[in-house]
């Protein structure tokens, strides 16, 4: 298994739910990753796990809660979200250590917060 | 400051043509360069990676060369397809959990 599986694939929601956005891969690896790419950006960086451990947040909003339950695993908690939230919210994932390592992305989940 | 700029912004070439991207970085210490393929509404796909000692890659059609000296590298594609039209996003990463620089991607459009 050689990537980065994300669900769902589109979510709507309006500005007072709460929803979770699911990353998964089976690749061992032990650094993972969130950004957050508006149309006709560049991805921006919102945190990286390490080992299971939150070692970068990009000062992202609380509206936004990352939760890493084990090392294939990586969720993203959103509640009260705002309009301009809505974006392609990708998922990687990039084995530690080694000079060759590249990050895999996911497909990514495309948002819309009405 | 950490910087990776593309360019061109967007470009159309007719199939079957060649076409050069480039990608100029000051990001330092710079660990590796990678190319990476995005078509709309999807996740980017690594195209190729290259460290320092690496002068060029080749993927296929795509052939990346890298100039540590003057932080410049390109993007080479051959006999281009319908399915090449796509963003081609230049990513510089730094050494220390793989923390990567975007540019902001060359959008190609290639024509039948």
């Known amino acids: 298994d050689t990537e980065v599986t994300q669900t769902p694939k589109h979510l709507v929601m309006g500005m007072t739910n709460k929803k979770s956005l699911k990353c998964e891969q089976h690749?061992?690896?032990?650094?993972m990753y969130w950004y957050k790419q508006k149309a006709k950006k560049p991805p921006e960086l919102m945190f990286v796990y390490s080992y299971e451990k939150l070692s970068i947040n990009e000062s992202v909003p609380s509206r936004f809660s990352p939760e890493c339950p084990n090392s294939s695993l990586l969720n993203l908690h959103l509640h009260a979200l705002q309009p301009e939230d809505s974006a392609l919210y990708l998922c990687?994932?990039?084995?530690?250590?080694?000079?060759?390592?590249?990050?895999?992305f996911g497909p990514g989940t495309r948002l819309l917060v009405l | 400051k950490n910087q990776v700029e593309q360019s061109p912004q967007s470009l159309i070439i007719l199939e079957g043509k060649n076409c050069t991207l480039q990608?100029?970085?000051?990001?330092?210490?710079?660990?590796?360069l990678r190319w990476y393929k995005q078509d709309t509404g999807r996740g980017p796909v690594s195209l190729t990676i290259?460290?320092?000692?690496?002068n060029t890659k080749s993927n296929g059609r795509y052939t990346a060369t890298l100039d540590a000296d003057t932080k410049q590298s390109s993007l080479h594609i051959t006999a281009s397809q319908l399915s090449d039209s796509a963003s081609y996003i230049c990513v510089v990463s730094l050494s220390t959990l793989g923390r990567l620089y975007f540019g902001r991607g060359t959008q190609l459009t290639v024509w039948p």
């Open positions: 690749m061992g690896h032990r650094a």
């Open positions: 290259m460290t320092f000692s690496e």
């Open positions: 990608c100029n970085y000051t990001v330092s210490p710079f660990s590796n």
């Open positions: 990687a994932s990039r084995p530690v250590g080694g000079s060759q390592e590249t990050q895999y």
